[in-house]
């Protein structure tokens, strides 16, 4: 009398083709990911605002350069590391406050 085979456990014959698709469908991802974040960087990093165009920022009282710069970069007007770096340079960074 013969046993029957084992039926536990993973099918190993789909193991390696999994593998493979798996393998496949990280790399697609990756080269769409980096085509994404390429065109980004050649288009303008998301900036969306015409020059000379007025736009409005709200910043609270006692905000930090730092927090300035992420909400001028969430608004479309500058790039945050950008404006830190000129902050940084010109030493205004206590100089920076809320209003118009």
């Given at each position: 009398m013969t046993n029957p085979p084992e039926t536990t456990g993973p099918d190993r014959r789909f193991t390696k083709p999994l593998l493979i698709l798996?393998?496949?469908?990280?790399?697609?991802?990756?080269?769409?990911?980096?085509a994404l974040l390429l065109a980004n960087l050649v288009s303008g990093g998301g900036l969306n605002v015409e020059p000379g165009i007025p736009v409005t920022v709200e910043v609270r009282a006692g905000s930090s350069a730092?927090?300035?710069?992420?909400?001028?970069?969430?608004?479309?007007?500058?790039?945050?590391?950008?404006?830190?770096?000129?902050?940084?340079d010109q030493g205004v960074a206590s100089q920076l406050q809320a209003g118009t």
């Open positions: 798996g393998a496949a469908l990280f790399s697609v991802a990756a080269l769409v990911l980096g730092d927090a300035i710069a992420a909400n001028m970069e969430a608004a479309g007007v500058v790039r945050a590391s950008e404006l830190e770096q000129v902050v940084a």
